[in-house]
């Protein structure tokens, strides 16, 4: 499986950004899917996850009530939606595909996910 994200930019604090990460290969809904961010000197942290029929949501607590995660399983594809943009929120941003991971019921680990795809930059400027 092969991802690519897009979508990512700068924005001013309070405005919204959709995040897109398609997958390549015909396999795409039996991959529970995540987004991942990563900021300067820190390490790589869980955004949000979904489960493969997307009936199934997970989001970090720093996140949660902004941020909104879906897919497109005949698109190959999931999307974070980020509304009320705040400066802590700048980071490069990371599609990730698990299939060990079954369930969504809590925050995924980095080491839990298969495939990465290369990040998007996203900059929220005060």
């Known amino acids: 499986v092969q991802l690519q994200a897009s979508g990512g930019g700068l924005v001013h604090v309070g405005e919204s950004l959709t995040l897109s990460c398609v997958a390549s290969?015909?396999?795409?809904?039996?991959?529970?899917m995540g987004w991942f961010r990563q900021a300067p000197g820190k390490e790589r942290e869980f955004v949000a996850a979904?489960?493969?029929?997307?009936?199934?949501?997970y989001y970090a607590d720093s996140v949660k009530g902004r941020f909104t995660i879906s897919r497109d399983n005949a698109k190959n594809t999931v999307y974070l939606q980020m509304d009320s943009l705040k400066p802590e929120d700048t980071a490069v941003y990371y599609c990730?595909?698990?299939?060990?991971?079954?369930?969504?019921?809590?925050?995924?680990?980095?080491?839990?996910?298969?495939?990465w795809g290369k990040g998007t930059q996203v900059t929220v400027s005060s």
């Open positions: 979904i489960s493969r029929s997307g009936g199934n949501t």
């Open positions: 990730a595909a698990s299939f060990r991971y079954t369930v969504v019921t809590g925050p995924f680990h980095p080491f839990g996910m298969d495939y």
């Open positions: 290969g015909r396999t795409f809904s039996s991959y529970v």
